[in-house]
């Protein structure tokens, strides 16, 4: 079941489509802005206090971002995403506490992303809350490895 407080992720994303960004840098960093601002929301380990909105991890994710946006097959910008996400979380000690040593997904997010974004939506609502629901999907098969247990984000 999809992460049900992703409504203001979509906002975000669907707000970012109406700017007019100059590079593939500015997209970067607007996506990544939205995404750790949705990620600092969601039901996870407890997070130390806005941990997601670290500049280190934010500028991580921005910068695993920047050859996503530039793929031009699904498949590549769904990896690419999936590695900038993984890369924000790692390592996990700033989010999740001194005891947590990886973050990590068992599952590729191109499996649950890459067959949504072959399909174009005209709406600009309808692709974003495609991205964000498969993008929540996928979380929910990331761990963090806290002392020896491994739990799962959300």
């Known amino acids: 079941m999809p992460l049900a407080n992703t409504t203001q992720f979509i906002q975000d994303l669907i707000a970012n489509d109406v700017i007019n960004f100059a590079t593939v840098e500015e997209a970067a960093a607007a996506f990544a802005k939205a995404f750790s601002s949705y990620f ?6 407890p997070l130390i206090p ?8 934010v500028a991580k994710l921005t910068a695993g971002l920047i050859p996503a946006f530039n793929a031009t097959d699904p498949a590549s910008v769904c990896s690419g995403i999936q590695a900038a996400v993984l890369a924000y979380m790692n390592p996990p000690t700033l ?10 997904s068992p599952s590729p997010l191109a499996s649950t992303l890459a067959s949504a974004m072959t399909v174009v939506q005209d709406d ?7 991205l964000a629901t498969q993008l929540s999907l ?6 963090v490895t806290i002392g020896t247990t491994v739990t799962v984000l959300v």
């Open 138 to 143: 996928w979380l929910q098969t990331t761990t």
């Open 95 to 104: 989010m999740f506490g001194p005891v947590a040593s990886a973050a990590a």
């Open 124 to 130: 600009s609502a309808t692709a974003k809350t495609i």
């Open 50 to 57: 806005f941990s997601n909105l670290d500049p280190g991890a």
């Open 40 to 45: 600092g929301n969601v039901s996870t380990p």
